[in-house]
Every structure is written in structure tokens, then in C-alpha cells.
């Protein structure tokens, strides 16, 4: 018994040690719900090693059985008075400015106006895809940037097209607010022209339709899957996104999912039918897919508050006021229907 309580002691120690949420947080610029999902992968293993050496202690010492339930904290006492920078020492081979600088510059970017600024952060961007995937705990965030390597592409092509070269005398002109619509739906219909199924859609979509069926929504919109994630389940996002179909948290609990201790978001039966229906109730609302998308991606108050202030029912008048992602993420979502389903938004019915 003595053995076992050190040892229970020593480790429970060793885990608060390696526990501290704040450090994380400061090096790496996730969400509250990103840093958890980092954190609970180390615990699982940490109480794994913990019950084994008990189990293994209990039997040198021909004890009496570990009883069920150790005395630990919960998890959320834990996160409240621990987390060390340390917490995923793997990490510590990654230049943790660098990933720190270009997740914030990224994501100011995505969520400004300014298409044109994310053409920018293309070369550093595709640098850190690597480095993220080369460990399991940040495998996931990897698996978001390479689907987002492309809006950064279609920026820098938007941008170049966009450019007119000044006249004698007239010094730079500036580029435009935003490309236009019909300029941005040309850029993704070429991005798209010669990209392959990606391979894992091989093996959902079928599967993701007929959940989608059911639930009363096109089909065509499993490609969302493709547009969001590349049909990873385990996809994560540093604003706090994941599983196929990038749920937030608070649209997953609206949509009845669990978050924790197990993150239903990450099977993708249950995030399809959420997000299925999450579609359909935005869709009720705004009958228009192309706002249903776009309040899809930044949000249903979002988009409503646009259209109230212009008057309008309109994705165009509206878009060039959304997010530079929410702008490139509607005509993404439709040239890659018309590439993978020959269908457009206005098909759908």
C-alpha cells in the first residue's frame, strides 16, 4: 500500500507539473477548445502508464486489488492551476515564434477583408505544413492549413490579375477593395480544373450522401467535406473548429453533439447529420444557398446583420463586407460542386 500511494503521489505530481494552460496558450494562438484536445490526448497516456503502474505494484507487493476510482481532481480543477510549456515536449523541436507568427497572421487575414493579404503568407504557411505533421498532437492543425493552402493561391492569383500598370505620371495605383465576384468564381474553377478526388472521399462520400439524404439536404454539399477539411476527421482548426465538417463547438452543441469527454465532431456519421441539419435550418431561413454558405463559415448574425444594414438578399452586395475567407470560401464551395457533381448552387434544390 505505501509503494502504491508514492507512486500514485509521484505521478499525480509529474502530471500537474506537466499541465499548465496559460504557457500553451501564450505559445501557441489555439482556442480554448484546440489547447483541450492537445491536453486530453497527454492525459489519456498519462493515466494509462499511472494505471498500469499501479496494477504492476499492486502485484509485487501481493496487495489488495486496486480498488475503482483513484482520488485525482477533475480534469477542470487541473486546467484551472496547471499546464506547463511543456505539455507536448515534442513540441519543443518546432521554432514556437515562428508557428505563434504565422497562426495569428493567418488567421487576422482570414478573418479582415482584405483578399489580397493573404497572398502574402503563401511561402510561410507552406513551410509550416511539415513541421505540423510530423507529431500526432498537431498532425490535426496540419491537416486544416494544407486545405487552406489554396485560398492563399487563389489570393496571389486574384491580386496579380487585379494589378494595372500605372500610366507615365501617374505614380501606383491601388488595387481595388476586394476582385470581383465573377473574377474570384473564374480563379476557383481553374484551381480546381485538374485537382483529383482527394483520397479519402473515396470511402466517405458515398456513406456522407445518404446521411444527407436523410436528412432532407442536397447531396451535393458533402463536398463541403472536401472544401473544409479534405475529408480528415481529425481536422482542427486554431479558432477551435473540427472533424470533417469543421462544426465550432457551440453549432456542434446546438446540434446535439458531445464535445466531451469525447468529441463527436471527430466521427464523421454524427458530424455529417449535424452538420446536414445545421444547413437546413440556415438554409429555412435564408432560402439561398450561397448566404446559407456564407453564414455556414462566419456566421448566421453575421451574415443577417450585413443584409439588414444594405437591404438586400444578396450574396454580391453583401461579400466584399465578409471575412476575406468567408468571400473566397462561397465561390470555393461552388466551383467545387460544379467540378466534382456538374451542378451549380441554383440546381440545388
Known amino acids: 500500500m505505501l509503494v502504491r500511494a508514492r ?7 509529474s502530471i500537474r507539473v506537466h499541465l ?6 501564450r505559445v501557441f494562438p489555439f482556442s480554448a477548445p484546440a489547447i483541450q484536445y492537445i491536453i486530453l490526448e497527454d492525459v489519456k497516456r498519462l493515466f494509462t502508464i499511472l494505471f498500469l503502474l499501479l496494477l504492476a505494484t499492486a502485484a509485487m507487493a501481493q496487495d489488495a486489488p486496486v480498488a475503482p476510482g483513484l482520488e485525482f481532481q477533475s480534469l477542470d480543477e487541473w486546467m484551472q492551476d496547471n499546464i506547463d510549456d511543456d505539455v507536448l515536449r515534442a513540441l519543443n523541436q518546432l521554432d514556437q515564434d515562428r508557428v505563434h507568427k504565422i497562426f495569428t497572421e493567418l488567421e487576422q487575414a482570414m478573418a479582415g477583408t482584405n483578399i489580397y493579404q493573404l497572398s502574402t503568407l503563401r511561402q510561410t504557411a507552406t ?3 511539415p513541421l505540423l ?7 490535426p492543425y496540419a491537416a486544416w492549413l494544407k486545405t ?9 492569383k486574384m491580386k496579380r490579375q487585379m494589378v494595372v500598370a500605372p500610366k507615365p505620371g501617374q505614380g501606383t495605383i491601388a488595387l481595388p477593395a476586394a476582385p470581383p465576384l465573377k473574377l474570384q468564381r473564374q480563379v476557383w474553377v481553374e484551381e480546381l480544373k485538374q485537382r483529383p478526388w482527394p483520397p479519402l472521399a473515396q470511402s466517405y462520400v458515398p456513406s456522407l450522401k445518404k446521411i444527407f439524404l436523410a436528412e432532407r439536404v442536397p447531396t451535393e454539399l458533402v ?4 472544401v473544409e477539411s479534405g475529408f480528415d476527421a481529425k481536422a482542427r482548426s486554431p479558432a477551435g473548429a473540427a472533424g470533417m465538417f469543421q462544426l465550432m463547438p457551440a453549432t456542434a452543441r446546438d446540434q446535439k453533439l458531445s464535445i466531451f ?26 432560402n439561398n444557398w450561397q448566404l446559407t454558405l456564407a453564414a455556414y463559415n462566419s456566421g448566421r448574425s453575421r451574415v443577417d446583420k450585413l443584409l439588414k444594414q444594405y437591404k438586400t438578399h444578396s450574396f454580391d452586395i453583401i461579400a466584399r463586407r465578409l471575412p476575406a475567407e468567408t468571400q473566397m470560401y462561397v465561390p470555393k464551395i461552388e466551383a467545387t460542386i460544379r467540378k466534382r457533381e456538374d451542378r451549380t448552387l441554383a440546381d440545388l434544390k
Open 7 to 13: 507512486l500514485t503521489s509521484f505521478l499525480s505530481a
Open 20 to 25: 499548465r494552460l496559460g504557457d500553451v496558450s
Open 127 to 129: 513551410e509550416l505544413v
Open 133 to 139: 505533421d510530423k507529431f500526432e498532437e498537431t498532425a
Open 148 to 156: 487552406h493552402l489554396d485560398y492563399l493561391d487563389a489570393a496571389g
Open 223 to 226: 463536398w463541403l467535406a472536401e
Open 261 to 286: 469527454p469525447f468529441d463527436e465532431r471527430l466521427q464523421p456519421e454524427k458530424a455529417a447529420r449535424a452538420s446536414a441539419r445545421y444547413l437546413r435550418e440556415l438554409h429555412n431561413h435564408y
